[in-house]
């Protein structure tokens, strides 16, 4: 007997027999006990189809992200300046939705609520680009409606089998430092993040296809008609609501009536557009049919009212799902009360209708199926396509980089001043791919936002330098018009006055041209305003006369009553005398 652990789900540091024995019989006795108790609880019914029966799922998606760039440069023997040569990312897997004509239910969603694409490999050196993520296919039944869970907006409907639609696209791959070298920067030391991919909740209904759909109140005998008329093997039984899902069958009786598809929902009662009964909960699935038939029961206390009662009840649920052409059929003749007042009631079933469209039959000895169906499949090749998919009003297909890059919006608190927030789909996917710890990288994220124009909404908006600008979950410091961190101060004052200094000569005004004049000395501008302190004009003898002539004179002899020139001039020296 294997020992008794106290904690037999702490593995030991080491390899222990013992260990792995008391583990293998803990887990079958829990695969055991499970078994057991499913059995008890009627594990059997799961696998009837009514249990596997989905028409709405919700589905999360992700796009695979793109392969980070590379940096590197090409060395080899003979090659001293290879260059750069970082290859690009590969690009990330895209998610489909394919529509499968094997399939009549979303149960495979429900097995599977995330769905992840693969990320795209990073590029390597000697310009390799990385390998594309792989594309996943989702399984889905034709009338299949997709729609975006957070807007409840369509993004289209499969019908067709092999139809596809992209819901998550795949990121894009960085790009390495080989695709940034031009003639003036040959060896960039810069590279990308691979993008991420898109990711989405998706809200997905099911609406079946079908050529015909049935109708009528509870126990009326639809599923015993569709069980007549094609090999479908729904749940019959002699009380209401014995249909809880919806069942399709195929009529094909011949060439009269090949490839009719016949639809089955659950019956309806008084109050169904409120939400009474279960019925509401599947008229989306013939919405969808070309011909509505509806099945009157010939045994009611007033298949009158009956027939009366559903028509009111689609008008209140959807009034293009009750102007559909329908067909009425009296059900159950075999029963001899019914059919004792069949004419009678035909004649007001007819008036009720308003069209003459009206069948007595028998479902339990399929009496007057096959004329039904013959009539039937004609009258459907006769409609019209009015039923049109819904128009799309959102593209999954668009990546972050396919927004408009102008779509961007500041925001800011007054009870923080000093910090903005930059928000965009374009904007912050840059922010994503931009690798931070690459000075290259985050000056080309500064021109980016210049070009863009969010600096000069920054700098319309008051904003200053030094303050705090966040882009999704990156922040730095706003450096006013130039978003370069990287040029020193010293340089960006040199560049203000150079602009300033531009501006002012820039004279355009007539005005303006008539005060430049020419430059003279006694004009603005001159030497005279420099010395304008010290001159007074002209004396006697037609030279300047100072100010303070007086006290110029008296300093001059101070300043050369001490000069002794004998000690500046040598024996053999020629004394210069003007």
């Known amino acids: 007997m294997s020992p008794h652990y106290a904690s037999p789900t702490k593995e030991p540091s080491v390899f222990d027999a013992d260990y792995e024995d008391a583990e293998n019989s803990r887990k079958k006795a829990q695969k055991e006990r499970r078994k057991r108790l499913l059995s008890s609880h009627g594990a059997s019914e799961r696998d009837d189809p009514e249990w596997k029966f989905f028409d709405t799922a919700r589905l999360h998606v992700s796009g695979g992200d793109g392969g980070n760039g590379c940096v590197a440069f090409r060395r080899e023997k003979g090659e001293p300046l290879g260059g750069p040569s970082g290859g690009r990312g590969g690009r990330g897997g895209t998610i489909y939705l ?71 696209k795949g990121g894009r791959g960085g790009r390495g430092n080989a695709a940034f070298k031009t003639c003036t920067r040959t060896a960039p030391k810069i590279l990308e993040h691979g993008e991420p991919g898109m990711q989405r909740w998706l809200s997905v209904e099911l609406r079946l296809v079908a050529d015909v759909g049935f109708l009528g109140v509870p126990n009326a005998g639809k599923s ?58 599947f008229l989306r699935h013939v919405q969808r049919c070309k011909v509505l038939l509806h099945v009157v029961d010939g045994t009611s206390e007033d298949p009158i009212a009956d027939f009366n009662i559903i028509n009111n009840e689609l008008k209140q649920y959807d ?71 819904p128009p799309p009003e959102i593209d999954l297909s668009m990546g972050k980089f ?78 006013g018009n130039n978003s370069n961190q990287y040029i020193p101060d010293e340089l960006l004052e040199w560049e203000e006055r150079e602009a300033i200094m531009s501006m002012s000569s820039s004279k355009t005004t007539k005005e303006e041209q008539d005060e430049e004049q020419l430059w003279r000395p006694f004009n ?49 020296d020629d004394v210069w005398m003007s």
Not at 338 to 351: A, D, R
Not at 407 to 425: C, H, L, N, T
Request: hydrophobic share 35%; charged share 30%.
């Open 524 to 572: 603005k501008g001159g030497y005279r305003d420099i010395d304008s302190s010290e001159f007074a004009g002209f004396n006697e003898d037609g030279e300047w006369d100072l100010l303070d002539a007086a006290n110029q004179d008296d300093d001059e002899d101070d300043l050369f009553e001490d000069f002794d020139e004998s000690n500046f001039i040598s024996g053999g």
């Open 402 to 479: 396919d927004f408009d890059s102008d779509d961007f919006e500041i925001m800011s608190d007054p009870a923080y001043p000093g910090q903005w927030r930059v928000k965009g789909e374009y904007v912050e996917q840059i922010a994503k791919i931009t690798h931070w710890e690459y000075p290259e990288a985050v000056e080309r994220f500064g021109r980016q936002l210049d070009a863009m124009g969010i600096a000069d909404e920054l700098n319309r908006r008051g904003a200053r330098k030094g303050d705090l600008v966040m882009v999704d979950k990156y922040d730095f410091d706003f450096t």
């Open 224 to 281: 015993t008609l569709l069980a007549a008329a094609s090999a479908a093997r729904p749940k019959i039984a002699n009380y209401p609501f014995t249909t809880v899902i919806p069942n399709l069958g195929v009529c094909d009786i011949g060439e009269e009536g090949a490839g009719l598809i016949l639809c089955d929902i659950p019956g309806l009662i008084e109050g169904a557009a409120g939400g009474a009964g279960l019925g509401p909960a």
């Open 98 to 168: 394919e529509c499968d004509e094997g399939l009549n239910t979303l149960a495979p969603l429900r097995d599977r609520v995330h769905v992840r694409a693969v990320k795209g490999r990073n590029g390597l050196g000697k310009s390799k680009s990385g390998q594309k993520g792989k594309s996943i296919l989702v399984k889905v039944p034709p009338g299949t409606i997709v729609r975006d869970l957070k807007t409840q907006k369509v993004a289209g409907e499969l019908r067709d089998h092999g139809e596809r639609l992209v819901v998550a």
């Open 319 to 389: 009034v293009f799902l009750s102007e559909k052409p329908q067909v009425v059929v009296l059900n159950k003749i075999d029963v001899s009360e019914v059919k004792e007042k069949e004419e009678e009631l035909l004649s007001k079933l007819k008036e009720a209708a308003g069209h003459s469209r009206v069948l007595s039959i028998s479902a339990a000895t399929t009496e007057r199926v096959k004329e039904l169906m013959g009539r039937l499949k004609k009258f459907v090749s006769v409609q019209p396509e009015t039923d049109l998919p």
